[in-house]
């Protein structure tokens, strides 16, 4: 299944003097909470925010995250983060890349993945629900 316009989100994040680390520059785990930042607004962007999971019968919990780092970021940089939206029939993989707003240079790359688990049986699914192909306005046969 090929869609041309995969959903994207972008956020702008100013990084605070508490995320950087001794040597000055932000601490590897703080990227995986800017993408988590960004990943909400995309979910949102859909319509699908994890309150309208919940609400929707469902919970995607994050499985997996990887990320590799090209160039530090440091106290005050502006970071622009994107997350767009790469599978959706069995898990949600979204890939992200932070880039230093002012000189565009890429910062991090990285993805995650999430699961469909029905918050009725607590077992997860092996396909999206049905709910989430209604959200990007496709079939299951697009």
């Known amino acids: 299944m090929k869609v041309q316009n995969l959903p994207t989100a972008e956020i702008e994040i100013l990084v605070p003097f508490h995320d950087v680390d001794a040597m000055r520059i932000v601490w ?3 990227y995986v909470k800017y993408f988590e ?3 909400c607004a995309l979910l949102e962007s859909i319509d699908y925010s994890y309150q309208q999971m919940v609400e929707s ?3 995607w919990p994050v499985i997996e995250v990887k990320a590799r780092y090209g160039a530090p970021a440091r106290f005050g940089d502006r970071l622009l983060v994107s997350a ?13 890349r932070v880039v230093n707003a002012e000189t565009g240079k890429r910062i ?7 699961v469909p688990v029905s918050l009725a049986t607590d077992e997860m699914l092996y396909n999206a629900p049905d ?3 209604e959200k990007l306005g496709l079939s299951r046969s697009d």
């Open 108 to 114: 991090t790359r990285g993805t995650s993945v999430q």
């Open 37 to 39: 930042v960004a990943r």
């Open 131 to 133: 709910v989430l192909y």
């Open 84 to 96: 767009t939206l790469r599978e959706w029939q069995q898990r949600l993989r979204i890939t992200y």
């Open 57 to 59: 019968g469902y919970a």
């Open 28 to 30: 590897h785990g703080n």
